[in-house]
């Protein structure tokens, strides 16, 4: 009979209960290694969408060969010309054409919070520049004036820095530099970044070559065209990349690193959770040895008891992975900030929860929860039935 194969998922989960306070306790413990594997996960992508967001798919960025990021790059004004003049650009409303060329320098600016120094980006820019992104948007103050010492931020830069908010006042490059607006990128890497005056950046931190020269295509089919063309011309040692392939590329070396060293830590908590699951399995099956014994004299197989067993284990795991995941979503709301490999500037950005995340991460918990379980429902399983009712 089917009834004898298996026992109810009511059974399993009434046996929890009559042991919740074992079973909380039990439970937390597992919530609190998937809390942690959660939002290492969270943090990895995090990093990762805020820099994928600061790319247009129709944007081109150009730098030097080999350079790995714009701090490393260099274009003369001769090679910058050359790529303003390919045909492939497209042109505003007024006739410009949508190409910026532009210096990007570290700073080293001293945080709101306790005055401690940290790498900021300063890019050198335009109107154009800021037409090339149409994410970002001013959101208090005004567009800085061409030629002057102005400046605006990004909203991350304008709370977390000394001197970078509305009206505020920065020193740097041997300057003061009055910041007249503060501009919401859309959660993107620019919203770490300080804009100014391209030539006045040039001066200022007297640069001769401009960093990289970004453009908008007139079709983004036309950039193996682009590319092509810039690898063929003698006069130029530069390497054109998709902007948003080029960001990307950027979030790659700091979230791998987040995310093996978060995997590490989880795998050694998570001993310690099996553990815990494993002795609070071995003394339920300890103090249900009769019980055992009954139903297997009732007809129930083997199978049918160490699917019971093993399923509260399961179960158990899983309300664990909820609690953690639950915990681990609240993260959603903290804005944070670290240091890019890539850039060595910093870089704001918040955690992501996304359905691959939460699937992962009750995924790992179940997994916990079935190595844990397993040689105790194992156990109880092979019991002897006269031996159960015997030591009833």
């Not at 003369?76 to 320098?105: C, K, Y």
């Not at 609070?280 to 160490?306: H, Q």
């Not at 105790?376 to 159960?388: E, N, Q, S, V, Y």
């Amino acid at each position: 009979m089917m009834g004898r194969r298996s026992l109810p998922w009511s059974y399993i989960a009434r046996n929890l209960w009559v042991r919740r306070v074992t079973t909380l306790l039990t439970a937390s413990g597992m919530g609190l290694v998937v809390y942690v594997f959660a939002t290492v996960l969270m943090m990895s992508e995090g990093i990762r969408a805020t820099l994928v967001a600061t790319g247009q798919p129709d944007n081109v960025m150009v730098l030097r060969k080999g350079a790995g990021a714009e701090i490393n790059s260099g274009i003369t004004r001769d090679q910058a010309g050359v790529i303003e003049s390919l045909p492939q650009i497209a042109l505003d409303g007024s006739g410009n054409r949508l190409v910026s060329t532009e210096p990007v320098v570290l700073n080293t600016l001293p945080k709101r919070s306790n005055g401690k120094p940290s790498n900021v980006t300063v890019r050198g820019t335009s109107a154009i520049g800021m037409a090339l992104r149409p994410q970002v948007q001013l959101f208090a103050g005004r567009m800085f004036r061409p030629g002057t010492s102005e400046i605006i931020t990004g909203k991350a830069v304008a709370r977390g820095f000394a001197g970078a908010g509305l009206g505020e006042t920065m020193r740097f490059a041997g300057r003061d530099w009055l910041v007249v607006g503060v501009f919401d990128a859309g959660r993107s890497g620019f919203d770490s970044e300080v804009w100014g005056d391209s030539e006045q950046m040039m001066q200022a931190f007297r640069r001769r070559a401009f960093s990289s020269v970004v453009f908008k295509l007139t079709d983004p089919a036309a950039f193996e065209l682009v590319r092509q063309s810039l690898d063929e011309d003698p006069r130029l040692t530069l390497e054109a990349k998709r902007e948003a392939i080029f960001y990307a590329e950027q979030s790659e070396a700091l979230a791998t690193f987040i995310r093996l060293l978060g995997l590490a830590l989880s795998i050694i908590f998570s001993i310690g959770a099996v553990v815990g699951a494993m002795i609070t399995m071995f003394a339920a099956v300890a103090s249900r040895i009769g019980e055992i014994g009954t139903l297997r004299a009732l007809g129930y197989r083997r199978s049918a008891v160490l699917s019971a067993f093993l399923g509260e284990s399961l179960l158990l795991s899983l309300v664990g992975g909820i609690m953690g995941l639950a915990a681990a979503a609240l993260m959603q709301t903290v804005n944070i900030s670290t240091v890019n490999f890539q850039t060595f500037s910093e870089l704001a950005f918040q955690f992501t929860l996304t359905p691959r995340i939460a699937a992962q991460s009750i995924g790992f918990a179940l997994a916990m929860g079935l190595v844990g379980g397993f040689v105790p429902a194992w156990r109880a399983a092979r019991m002897k039935i006269i031996d159960c009712l015997r030591q009833a």
